[in-house]
């Protein structure tokens, strides 16, 4: 079973950074694609950054000029720097994995158990 291990949550002012990091416990798994969603209390887990083993990338409009995501293939570890954060930005942040399931023909999905960002004002 694979499990995806975040950490570089924490509690920041306005217009501070932080640095998430997720590694896959699993040498052996190769994901096609990873990132960070994240929920803030009373609204839906939403997409903050993916990127692919293409190099494809794509961000949330919020987020966008802000953070940045970035990936250790070899390491099978996934980054998202975050910069100038805002109050909007305090949410509960999951790391994400994908695979393909060439039996069923279907996208596999794996989550991490969420670390907390809280942005200050």
């Known amino acids: 079973q694979v499990q995806l291990v975040e950490s570089g949550g924490g509690l920041v002012q306005a217009g501070g950074s932080l640095r998430l990091s997720c590694a896959a416990s699993?040498?052996?798994?190769?994901?096609?694609?990873m990132g960070w969603y994240r929920q803030a209390p009373g609204n839906e887990r939403e997409l903050v950054a993916l990127i692919t083993n293409g190099g494809r990338i794509n961000y949330a409009d919020s987020v966008q000029g802000r953070f940045t995501i970035s990936r250790d293939i070899a390491k099978n570890t996934v980054y998202l720097q975050m910069n100038s954060l805002k109050p909007e930005d305090t949410a509960v942040y999951y790391c994400?994995?994908?695979?393909?399931?060439?039996?069923?023909?279907?996208?596999?999905?794996?989550w991490g158990q969420g670390t907390q960002v809280t942005v200050s004002s």
């Open positions: 994400y994995a994908e695979t393909w399931n060439y039996v069923s023909n279907s996208r596999v999905h794996y």
């Open positions: 699993r040498n052996a798994f190769s994901p096609s694609a």
